[in-house]
């Protein structure tokens, strides 16, 4: 079953270098929405580029801020901050090339999936899909797709897993944490190293505690 | 109707030209005009894009529903000013104060939170004050009703969260002859908020919060919303003054200079430097007070707006206040937010009523900086126990807790 995959699965994965491990743990063909990466939207303000450009363009910024040079504990940990970022954007823009080899596959939706995205991104959302405040554009498209074609949905979004759960009870669904373990299942990393990738993607801002294989 | 016409609707609806749109999209002009007449389409990224900027759900641009920003409060209070009279940016983030208080009201009765919001000014009486000698006396009441005395007011933003006002900014644009520099609305479950223009400098935006405290704490028995455009209506010259005499009061300026030896006029900007840093004011709003209480010749305080305030501070001593550089809005990102509405996004985050991708997209920043945000914890940080360290101090020093 092809896998469409969100923003927050990719970017953590792309932020620790581990985009061709992602891809071995998804079935293939792997879809993004356009609205989470668009391969042209360089020349559009901020507001209006995709999520993961957005992402870039964030790191980019923090990478190009003045760093004083007066060499005190605020310009080192600046510094450090600003080499960080760097390299996080170096990571993330691999999403273009993963794109122009086809690895993975910007799509974009049909009538009937925008209507849904249209319903989910609602500034008051349906009470039904059980979620407080309406879900990020993003994640909608994605629950859109996976919801429409019968694809796997990749995520990591609670919010999302709760729309998915109401709109499609038993859809099959991914987490970060559930790709990891089944790295080290697969053999392609080892247990040790699935926790080091999850701690790494915690380092860089992932929200989720609970290793991989907390027992290790 | 179909999708081109409600695009070339919404964006009418919205204020801006074809020019704007396609400038802040990334496309050519000619690209809106095609997607408009029909013979092209917009991508998912492009519409969603589209509905951002004009204030209106996707669903409204590609489904069926009845095209209209679904805010009522922004409707009123676009029909208030004429649409016509305030910009694009402008409708924009008036139309995004509103959206923001309709979810604050929303996500706090779902998460049982107090907003503990001001919805009855403890001042407005049914006569209306609206002269500068009504102005500074209801400055110096409120002073008074806030135990401030004479000295400085410090954080207004602070200040008024503790008194149940929210104070939301966002970017209204900088051309301030055609925008508002603020506007108070008394939501009707948030209750008293004030909206700040972030385009901006910062130290307006401060005398802009006093300004809009004015509105609320006199205005608000009488008017549900207030709009501040520069103006001369006599409600406008009320709180302009209100907000100067609030922030640095006649009087506890005039004993500063007595006690300090200044001399009937400051003639030395370092004096000017003195008193912006006691009241916590900008440096022009410093200047802009004295002058009006002729504390300062014309040709000093033609003199004196040459000087570089944060470079001159500095070379007196003084360290910087990041509040003084001209920032621009990306600087504020989360903290424009009220704490009060901070606080409970990241309880409904804690409490896995919210997801961190959602809640970042409420709040416009990245996943990454909302994230960082969430995690923060007020205990078991690795952060340093200063705060420990100085509780010792205090004991080894006798002052009893």
């Avoid at chain 1, 669904?173 to 993607?201: C, F, K, P, Q, S």
């Avoid at chain 2, 103006?231 to 006690?259: H, Q, S």
């Avoid at chain 2, 504020?332 to 704490?339: A, C, F, G, T, V």
Wanted: with cysteine; hydrophobic share 40%.
């Amino acid at each position: 079953m092809p896998t469409v995959v969100d923003t927050v699965v990719l970017h953590y994965f792309l932020v620790v270098d581990r985009a061709a491990l992602l891809l071995e743990l998804l079935e293939a063909p792997v879809g993004v929405p356009r609205i989470v990466f668009d391969p042209d939207d360089g020349q559009a303000d901020d507001a209006m580029v995709s999520e993961l450009r957005r992402n870039i363009r964030y790191e980019q910024r923090i990478a190009d801020t003045a760093v004083p040079t007066n060499g005190d504990d605020t310009t080192r940990e600046l510094e450090s901050a600003r080499a960080t970022a760097q390299t996080r954007a170096v990571r993330l823009r691999a999403m273009d090339g993963l794109v122009t080899d086809g690895a993975i596959e910007v799509i974009d939706l049909t009538e009937d999936e925008l209507d849904l995205v249209g319903r989910l991104t609602a500034r008051e959302p349906d009470p039904s899909l059980g979620i407080l405040v309406a879900l990020d554009d993003g994640e909608a498209a994605c629950v859109a797709i996976a919801v429409a074609r019968g694809w796997t949905l990749a995520t990591d979004d609670g919010d999302a897993l709760r729309v998915l759960d109401h709109l499609a009870p038993d859809h099959p669904y991914d987490r970060i944490r559930r790709l990891l373990v089944r790295g080290a299942t697969d053999g392609l990393v080892t247990e040790a190293e699935a926790n080091e990738i999850h701690e790494e993607m915690t380092r860089a801002g992932f929200w989720d505690r609970v290793r991989p294989f907390p027992e290790r | 109707m179909g999708v081109a016409e409600r695009l070339s609707e919404a964006r009418e609806l919205a204020g801006y030209s074809q020019e704007q749109v396609a400038a802040a999209l990334g496309v050519s002009r000619p690209m809106v005009t095609y997607w408009e007449g029909g013979s092209r389409s917009p991508n998912d990224r492009q519409l969603v894009g589209l509905s951002r900027l004009y204030g209106v759900d996707v669903a409204a641009l590609s489904g069926d529903d009845p095209l209209e920003r679904g805010q009522p409060a922004a409707d009123m209070m676009f029909r208030g000013v004429g649409e016509e009279q305030l910009p694009p940016e402008g409708r924009r983030g008036l139309g995004e104060f509103v959206d923001f208080l309709d979810t604050y009201a929303r996500l706090a009765a779902q998460m049982d939170f107090d907003i503990h919001g001001m919805r009855q000014s403890p001042f407005a009486k049914s006569s209306s004050f609206d002269t500068a000698d009504d102005a500074r006396r209801k400055a110096e009441e409120v002073r008074a009703h806030l135990r401030l005395g004479l000295g400085p007011v410090g954080d207004v933003d602070r200040l008024c969260d503790l008194l149940g006002i929210t104070v939301l900014r966002t970017q209204l644009g900088t051309d301030l002859s055609t925008t508002i520099s603020g506007a108070f609305f008394k939501h009707p479950k948030v209750g008293f908020a004030i909206l700040v223009n972030l385009d901006m400098t910062p130290g307006r935006r401060g005398f802009t919060v006093a300004h809009e405290l004015a509105h609320a704490l006199f205005h608000s028995d009488k008017e549900p919303y207030v709009l501040s455009f520069a103006t001369k209506d006599p409600r406008e010259r009320f709180a302009d003054t209100f907000a100067g005499e609030f922030l640095m009061p006649t009087e506890g300026v005039r004993r500063v200079m007595e006690e300090q030896g200044f001399g009937p006029k400051i003639t030395d900007p370092a004096d000017v430097i003195q008193l912006q840093r006691f009241y916590k004011v900008s440096y022009a709003t410093a200047l802009v007070r004295l002058r009006q209480a002729r504390s300062i010749k014309q040709e000093d305080f033609d003199r004196f707006k040459q000087i570089r305030p944060v470079i001159y501070a500095r070379s007196l001593g003084y360290e910087p206040d990041p509040e003084e550089f001209e920032q621009d809005a990306d600087h504020w990102r989360l903290r424009r937010y009220p704490p009060r509405f901070l606080r409970l996004l990241r309880l409904a985050i804690h409490k896995d009523r919210v997801s961190v991708p959602s809640a970042a997209k409420l709040v416009g920043v990245s996943i990454d900086e909302l994230a960082e945000f969430a995690a923060a914890a007020p205990v078991g940080t690795d952060e340093a126990p200063v705060s420990t360290r100085e509780l010792d101090e205090f004991e080894a020093t006798g002052v009893p807790a």
